[in-house]
């Protein structure tokens, strides 16, 4: 069979239709590789504390934005600065009060590009009982595996009620807490 022939023969060929953008890919947390934690002020100096155990499900797609969202959990037992009296204090009833709210949840609703690799996405926290927006900024890039998601947030925590009796006073701790996060992710099967 000549070139041409074959030529011909390829160009009568129909390929089935490639849709304009891709579904969202749904992926899973690989947790033992994944960060999450925060950043605070005591007595004027920083502290950081690392959540170890938490779960999220992330449905995203850069050309899909609207069908895209978060859902994290988190184990606030599992909140760990390192101090032992600071980590008791935290899990009392002053603070995270975790025998009443053991978990805290981010849920994302819509998300909007910030510049050429990064988004920003509103999102509801649920914390001591109490929802309010935060939004976080976030950079995600795929990985021959899955992605890998960083990104940060700023709250006050008196908004959520962490603070109570003597520790409603930002005279010892601050108001403002730093959130950062890296989540590898790969593909749900």
Request: proline share 5%.
């Amino acid at each position: 069979m000549n070139r041409f022939a074959l030529f011909a023969c390829a160009a009568t060929v129909t390929l089935p239709a490639i849709p304009a953008g891709a579904a969202p890919t749904t992926y899973t947390l690989v947790a033992a590789q994944s960060r999450l934690q925060f950043t605070g002020t005591q007595a004027g100096a920083p502290f950081t504390a690392q959540f170890h155990r938490f779960g999220a499900t992330i449905v995203f797609a850069a050309d899909d934005l609207a069908k895209s969202h978060f859902d994290v959990r988190i184990d606030m037992k599992s909140a760990d600065s390192k101090d032992k009296d600071r980590d008791g204090t935290m899990q009392g009833s002053d603070i995270f009060d975790v025998a009443k709210w053991p978990t805290a949840e981010y849920t994302t609703g819509s998300f909007t590009r910030a510049g050429p690799a990064g988004y920003r996405a509103t999102g509801m926290l649920t914390l001591r009982g109490v929802s309010r927006a935060v939004p976080i900024t976030f950079n995600f890039a795929a990985t021959p595996t899955g992605a890998v998601l960083t990104g940060a947030a700023t709250l006050e925590r008196l908004d959520f009620g962490v603070g109570q009796g003597d520790w409603k006073s930002t005279e010892w701790v601050g108001n403002d807490v730093k959130i950062a996060f890296t989540l590898v992710l790969v593909p749900k099967r």
